[in-house]
């Protein structure tokens, strides 16, 4: 049994630790809300994956989607706008829809909040090097996305994203069949491969209120590239194909667009060729150029006085006929590429095939690449006899036809 002294000396004791346990509390509680504020204020700042979003949580949306927390405000949502429209950009240059600009938005938003950062996860990779992830997309520029530089370009990543690391159409998301009716999380881990599939999901809504904001129709239809980056196609049939960079001022007037068939058929036209084949694009623009725009065509495979045969055999047959032939381009020329773009089966040039390719010489341009118009680039949908523009380098061309005398 306990003396009064002992009670009291117990009793102080009591309030002593809980005096001290009230202090810890206060401190803990302190500690918790600046490490709270921290990773609100700064981890959509640091980017990277999840890091990005640390503060998103159940209280903020529905189990796999995104309410995305507050949204950003000032110079960080300016920035975030900013590089969503640049990714925008880099879907319209492709010739995508809106919805590829939506799932390459949300992507970014779920591996860096929109913000270019210079830094990424400090991981390693499954064979042991660091982690080397930067941008948007975090993409590793020691694993083949590019150099730091390109890597840090909104619109070089976003095309990776989308076009695949070397822009060819291969490994990005327009290489994921049936990209625009799977769920968005789904068709980025394709290109991502983050470890979770659903990693996107809880970014959905968080994406879709800065595209909102940025006024980025994700309606909008795909189409023909318009101006800006490159990409590269494959052309089927009589031609070969290139590295594209699409301009918008070379004008499809092919009068034969209506009745031109789907690629892989084959149907023949008033020159001797095949609607919608490149040889028949370049046959409508030499007779166009020379007012022989209805039957009986001055130039024509068919009446014997134009090239005959594949792309590829147009310029031995252009020299037989004594047709002045250079390495110089020159508006209304031919470009011509022969078999595989001058390289072999084994090591194709250009992207050119076997069957050569020619295109039409629009102009010149004032640093001395070439503008050319083409039929039969794969890379629109659908693909295979339609128009498309671009310019090249004008020694990436084998040679020029010029207009005979």
């Known amino acids: 049994m306990a003396t009064g ?20 509390i206060v401190v803990v509680a302190i500690v918790a809300l600046i490490a709270g504020l921290f990773v ?9 994956q999840a890091k990005a ?30 590089n969503a ?22 992507a970014a938003v779920g591996e ?27 993409q590793q520029w020691t694993l083949g996305w590019g150099t730091r530089e390109q890597v840090m370009n909104p619109v070089h990543a976003a095309t990776s994203f989308l076009m695949g690391r070397n822009h060819d159409g291969k490994g990005g998301l327009v290489s994921v069949p049936g990209w625009q009716d799977m769920e968005p999380s789904l068709a980025i881990h394709t290109v991502q491969r983050n470890a979770d599939p659903n990693h996107y999901a809880r970014f959905v809504n968080r994406a879709d209120a800065l595209i909102a904001k940025a006024g980025i129709d994700v309606n909008r239809a795909a189409s023909a590239p318009v101006a800006g980056d490159t990409v590269a196609v494959n052309l089927p049939g009589e031609c070969g194909g290139g590295s594209v960079t699409v301009v918008g001022d070379a004008k499809d007037d092919y009068p034969f667009r209506d009745i031109t068939p789907g690629p892989g058929i084959y149907v023949v036209d008033p020159y001797g060729y095949f609607y919608g084949e490149c040889t028949s694009w370049v046959a409508w623009a030499f007779n166009r150029d020379h007012g022989s725009t209805t039957a009986p065509h001055k130039f024509a495979a068919a009446a014997g006085n134009f090239a005959n045969g594949n792309a590829a055999d147009w310029k031995n047959a252009w020299a037989g006929r004594g047709w002045p032939i250079s390495q110089t381009p020159q508006p209304g020329a031919v470009a011509w590429w022969g078999a595989w773009g001058g390289g072999s089966a084994q090591s194709p040039l ?28 794969s890379f629109l949908a659908p693909p295979g006899h339609k128009f ?11 040679g020029y036809l010029l207009p005979p005398t």
């Open 112 to 138: 860096s909040d929109l913000i270019n950062v210079e830094h990424g996860d400090d991981a390693r990779n499954p064979d042991g090097t660091m982690n080397s992830s930067l941008g948007l997309f975090q």
């Open 350 to 377: 250009h992207g050119v095939g076997g069957y050569g390719h020619v295109a039409y010489v629009e102009k010149v341009m004032p640093d001395g690449k070439v503008l050319i118009s083409e039929y039969n680039n």
């Open 388 to 398: 498309s523009s671009r310019v090249v380098d004008a020694n990436e061309i084998n």
């Open 85 to 106: 429209k640049l990714i925008d950009q880099a879907a319209q240059t492709a010739g995508l829809s809106g919805a590829a600009s939506r799932i390459a938005i949300i």
């Open 40 to 48: 609100m204020v700064v981890a959509p700042v640091i980017g990277g």
């Open 53 to 82: 979003v640390a503060a998103e949580g159940p209280a903020c949306a529905a189990p796999g989607t995104s309410g995305g927390g507050p949204m950003a405000t000032g110079p960080l949502l300016d920035q975030q706008l900013a």
């Open 5 to 24: 002294g002992d009670q009291a000396r117990r009793l102080a004791a009591a309030i002593a630790f809980r005096a001290l346990r009230l202090k810890v």
